[in-house]
């Protein structure tokens, strides 16, 4: 982690990718982001930016799930997002949200989702 925190405070932009698990994101990034607990400290304990120029960073989340149905399927997730973005000074700027990603390379034949990704990146670069 000792690497990744200058890396993360050095972004113009973060993305995050996730399947989800029992409407959460998966147990590694989880982990990760429990480990940018130094970055909450920094910024609610001490009153220090995170950023010393101030700078915020963009920041977009993309998950994948198998179910296509499901109340809230995504709703643990994006919360959970928003606020590890949050604490590092990045603006939430959207989300790709995949459900039915059950069968095998069914991904790359839903085109809206292959150009939700290329907008999205678009808009990422733009802002």
């Known amino acids: 982690m000792q690497k990744m925190y200058p ?7 973060i993305i995050v990718s996730s399947p989800i698990y029992f409407m959460g994101v998966s147990a590694q990034l989880k982990a990760f ?4 607990q130094a970055f909450w400290a920094r910024k609610y304990i001490l009153n220090l930016s995170i950023r010393d120029d101030g700078r915020i ?3 977009f989340f993309i998950a994948t799930a198998a179910r296509d149905t499901g109340e809230g399927l995504f ?3 994006v919360k959970t997002i928003k606020a590890f973005f949050h ?3 990045t603006q939430y700027m959207g989300d ?3 459900a039915g990603l ?3 390379g069914v991904a790359g034949k839903k085109q809206e989702l292959l150009q939700q990704a290329f ?3 678009k808009k990422l670069l733009e802002e």
Do not use: F
Request: glycine share 14%; aromatic share 0%; hydrophobic share 40%.
């Open 57 to 59: 960073a963009k920041g």
């Open 33 to 36: 982001i429990d480990r940018c």
């Open 102 to 104: 059950e069968e095998k």
């Open 96 to 98: 790709i949200l995949c």
């Open 119 to 121: 907008d999205a990146g």
């Open 87 to 89: 604490v590092l000074d």
């Open 75 to 77: 709703t643990g997730a």
């Open 7 to 13: 890396k993360l405070v050095d972004a113009d932009g």
